[in-house]
């Protein structure tokens, strides 16, 4: 009997010694796929199927979850995707609120998160806490000063602001009020609204109030039409600029006649077709587009991209990482963020990065293109 149990504790410990190298490796994946920020997270749900199955040899196993917009179920399922799951990175949220405390348990379980959201401060300044974290999408202190310094040059002197009302909004105003007087710009106005709500007429009629030469909306997705569609209804006819946040078709056709002439810096996808065939940004469009249709028999937009991109910096960081440690292990989770921090001239569909262990979202103004809505299109602004 104590010959069978040796035996038994022998081969048990082979197996425990012997499961890392032939364990998968993990990816959680929070997204908004339902709630306010739906139209960032179904895209982005479409996405997962024509992410890569096998990354230097390792199968990749996706585990995606829905937060349902709320900032305590993206948390909740944060926790539930590195205690009971045991992956080796996060992906997400889609929102900035959402993903926020997300961070702390990333932080708290040393596990690397790529965040699908907007906001600076998810990854500035880096501390502790943020040294976990990375982001795709182009921050938005540097998107405000591509389109601030195009609103100046065009004569604007007066601006109105309208913003949702959470952290993509109140960190776009942030960046719009720090910037504009070194711009010669004025703003007139620092109206809100909740992504949920239905009318923004109130908040318009304060913008109309202060007659600026132009207006500036942060928002993101469907949720963006609303005050420029309040606006150009009460004989609004000036410019009207909005954040990248807007780039998507949805965006254009709740919006129709009402957001024709929209213009915003945004990430080269948008644009893709008005770049050479041979431009590294539009090759990796294009890459992306083909995956993404042979899964799904229709096109992706730029909410999608976020996901793709997210992965194409997690493959790129896999394999250093794997001759390091295995799968599953502290040490792996520790070597792909050295590796996501060592990153360097990587083109995405959001734009040319370059991490280091001061910048975690690692673009430039290289990354931030003029862009317009014109006759029902996103199109380049030459």
Sequence with gaps: MKLALAGLWIVAGVLLVASPAAADIKVGIVVSASGPGSALGQPQMRTIAALPKEIAGEKIVYIPLDDESDPTKGTQNARRLVIQDGVDILIGSSLTPVTMPMLDVAFESKTPIISLAAATAIVQPIDERRRWAFKVVPNDDLMAAAILKYIAKSGVKTLGYIGVSDGYGEGYYKEVSRLAPTLGLTVTTHEVYARADTSATGQALKVLGTNPDAVFIASA????????????ERGYAGKIFQTHGVASEEFIKLGGANVEG??????????????PANDPFRQARDEFVAAYEKVNG?????????????????????????????????????????????????????????????????????????????KGKFRLVK
């Design 221 to 232: 997705g469907t949720p963006a039409v609303l005050p420029q569609e309040a606006l150009r």
């Design 298 to 374: 229709s096109r992706p937009n730029i909410f999608g991209a976020h996901l793709w991109d997210a992965i194409a910096l997690f493959k790129r960081a896999v394999p250093d990482a794997l001759k390091v440690a295995k799968p599953g292990t502290g040490e792996f989770r520790a070597a792909l963020r050295d590796e996501l921090e060592r990153g360097k001239d990587v083109y995405l569909n959001n734009g040319l990065s370059t991490m280091s262990a001061t910048d975690h979202n690692g673009y430039d103004e290289r990354s931030a293109f003029l862009i317009k809505v014109e």
């Design 262 to 275: 929209a213009i915003f810096t945004g990430e080269a996808f948008t644009i893709a077709d008005d770049l």
